[in-house]
C-alpha cells in the first residue's frame, strides 16, 4: 500500500512532467473505481499542479480536481508517449495529455481498491476532507502530535495508520516508526509516558521526512522496490533486527500484522 513517501515523491514526479499541459483524454476503464457520479471530464483542461493529501494524489485540472486514492495494490505507470499497445485489464484509468505522454492508474488487486474522485474542490472528498495533521508537514508540531495519541486506550500501531488522527501513514512506515522509538506495536498510547511520546513523536517525523528526501526523484517504477529495500523491520520477519541481531517477529491483531524487534521494542 502506498503511503505518503511515496505518494509525495509520485506527485512531485508528476508535477514536474504534467504542469502546463492540457488533458487530451481521461477514460476510466473499470467505473467500479469512480465514486463521483456523474463525474465531470478533465479532458481539455490544463494541469495546474499535482499534490499530496496524506495518502491521496491530486491532480488540480482547472475546474476540477482528479483525487486518486491508491488503496492496497494501486499506483501509476508512466508513459513518455502514447502507448502503441492496448492497456491491460490492470490499467483502471488512462489520462493522455497534449504532447503524447500517457498516465495509466493501474489496480494490480484482484478487487479493486483504487478510488478516483472528479471534484471542484480537493476537500470534497470525504476521505481528504477528514484527514488528521500530516508529520511530513513542516507546521506539524509535537502539540499537533499530543493530540491525536495521548491518552488513548488503544493499540499505537492502530492509532499511528488512523488517517482522521495523524494522515499518511499505513502498515509499513507505522513499523517503522516504532522500531525508531523503541515501541512496542501493542503498546497502548494511554501507557506512554512523556519520554516514550517525544521519541515517538521525532521518530515518526524523522521517518517520514527521511523517506520522502530518499524516495524523491526516483522514477514510479522504480518506487515500491526502493521502499522495500529500506524497510528496517517491515516485512522482515525471521531476519536479524538491525539494531540488536535478534529476530524479527510478525504479530497479527486487530486486523493488522506489526513486525517488530522484541529485544529492542517494548
Ligand atoms: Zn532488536
Redesign the pocket.
Known amino acids: 500500500m502506498p503511503e505518503s513517501p511515496e505518494v509525495q515523491a509520485l506527485a512531485e514526479f508528476l508535477a514536474k512532467r504534467m504542469v502546463g499541459h492540457r488533458i487530451r483524454t481521461f477514460t476510466v476503464r473499470d467505473q467500479r473505481v469512480l465514486k463521483t457520479r456523474p463525474a465531470p471530464d478533465p479532458a481539455g483542461e490544463q494541469v495546474n499542479g499535482v499534490l499530496r493529501f496524506g495518502k491521496y494524489l491530486d491532480i488540480d485540472a482547472g475546474a476540477n480536481h482528479v483525487v486518486c486514492s491508491l488503496g492496497r495494490h494501486g499506483w501509476v505507470r508512466w508513459h513518455d508517449t502514447r502507448p502503441a499497445e492496448a492497456a491491460g485489464a490492470e490499467v483502471v484509468a488512462r489520462l493522455g495529455l497534449d504532447d503524447g505522454a500517457t498516465i495509466d492508474l493501474v489496480d494490480a488487486g484482484e478487487f479493486r481498491s483504487v478510488g478516483v474522485w472528479i471534484v471542484p474542490e480537493t476537500a470534497d472528498v470525504p476521505g481528504v476532507r477528514k484527514l488528521g495533521p500530516d508529520p511530513a508537514d513542516l507546521s506539524f508540531t509535537r502539540a499537533d502530535f499530543r493530540r491525536a495519541v495521548d491518552g488513548r486506550r488503544k493499540m499505537i500501531k492502530a492509532i499511528l495508520q488512523e488517517q482522521e488522527s495523524l494522515a499518511g501513514i499505513g502498515n509499513a512506515y507505522s513499523d517503522e516508526i516504532l522500531?525508531a522509538a523503541k515501541i512496542a506495536p501493542t503498546v497502548y498510547a494511554s501507557a506512554l509516558d512523556d519520554e516514550a511520546l517525544d521519541r515517538l513523536y521525532t521518530a515518526r517525523t524523522t521517518t517520514i521526512r527521511g523517506a520522502i528526501d530518499a524516495r524523491r526523484g526516483l522514477p514510479p517504477e522504480e518506487m515500491k522496490a526502493a521502499k522495500v529495500a529500506a524497510m528496517a523491520?517491515h516485512g522482515r520477519t525471521g531476519e536479524p533486527?538491525?539494531?540488536?541481531?535478534?529476530t524479527?517477529v510478525d504479530i497479527a491483531f486487530g486486523g493488522t500484522t506489526a513486525q517488530y524487534?522484541?529485544?529492542?521494542?517494548h
Request: hydrophobic residues 20%; aromatic residues 8%; proline residues 14%.
Open positions: 522500531f523491520v533486527c538491525p539494531g540488536c541481531g535478534g524479527i524487534c522484541p529485544s529492542c521494542q
